[in-house]
């Protein structure tokens, strides 16, 4: 678990609930109205690359998609309104190859994670909840995009987390009222978001192993890339 010397006593007591009201199970605005919440998605794409030899934002599929704007568009299908494409090292080469994604700069990608996930989430509007997915959890399928979403629509919980085989995914749909307290974090950019957000996470097993996914190598990408089928 994150110790105190991560995060200032009071952030972290607010984030674990101990004194801030809106973490208590009081019902959310979205309650009333499930047809008018509003999601968004982030994407992380902001790391060197440095094993891949090669920006993971730009690997191509098959039909030569950028699997950014893959992601992107997986997204979208998924119910997010706005989805940004969260870049750092190389950004602006990488920017310019992905004209139809929108995309903002971490300019502290170096620093670690947390900070392009804040980056992110400043950059993102008008939402009640948010997608966080890197860029190279490639091959999620829209089911477990959809089961996410119910769990968030009907559900009264401020994170949901997909697992499986009880392992906790890469991506994680997190409440407007967490992702405003994660922004405000003073947080080491190292520090990890599943012990940050583990307090407040509701699970929902799926059988979907590419939630676990890293695709680190060529190699990986390569054999990822045309076993799996797009869609």
Request: some cysteine; proline content about 8%; overall charge negative.
């Amino acid at each position: 678990m994150v110790g105190s010397h991560h995060l200032p006593r009071e952030q972290w007591q607010g984030l674990h609930g101990m004194n801030q009201p809106y973490l208590s199970p009081s019902p959310t605005p979205w309650k009333t109205g499930v047809q008018q919440f509003k999601h968004a998605g982030l994407i992380t794409a902001a790391g060197a690359s440095s094993r891949m030899g090669f920006p993971k934002a730009l690997l191509l599929l098959p039909d030569n998609t950028p699997l950014a704007q893959y992601q992107a568009e997986l997204l979208k299908r998924g119910g997010c309104k706005d989805v940004v494409v969260v870049l750092g090292s190389e950004a602006d080469r990488i920017a310019k190859e992905l004209p139809d994604c929108r995309t903002v700069t971490n300019e502290r990608w170096e620093e670690g994670r947390l900070t392009s996930i804040q980056t992110g989430l400043r950059a993102l509007e008008n939402y009640d909840g948010c997608f966080v997915m890197p860029v190279d959890a490639y091959g999620i399928q829209p089911a477990t995009l959809r089961a996410m979403r119910e769990a968030a629509e009907t559900g009264n919980h401020q994170v949901v987390r997909p697992t499986h085989d009880g392992k906790p995914g890469h991506l994680v749909w997190i409440s407007r009222v967490v992702a405003e307290q994660v922004v405000a974090l003073d947080a080491d950019g190292d520090t990890p978001m599943n012990e940050i957000l583990a307090p407040h996470t509701h699970p929902i097993a799926v059988d979907d192993p590419a939630i676990l996914r890293n695709i680190n190598t060529p190699a990986e990408w390569e054999t990822l890339r045309t076993d799996l089928p797009q869609g």
